[in-house]
């Protein structure tokens, strides 16, 4: 059984429709971590001068 790119695809989308709340958790996540991450540079950028 051959599957193509363009199937494979159309599953994947069909399949990510029925995830559910699974998006908005990805993003909030990834945002949440980027903020960190600024934060502690912001933060640690300020210690090093003296």
Do not use: I, N
Request: with cysteine; net charge positive.
């Amino acid at each position: 059984m051959e599957h193509t790119s363009a199937a494979w695809f159309t599953e994947a989308a069909t399949a990510a429709a029925r995830q559910g709340p699974g998006d908005l958790l990805r993003v909030v996540l990834v945002v949440m971590v980027v903020g960190c991450v600024l934060t502690a540079w912001f933060l640690l950028r300020g210690y090093k001068r003296r």
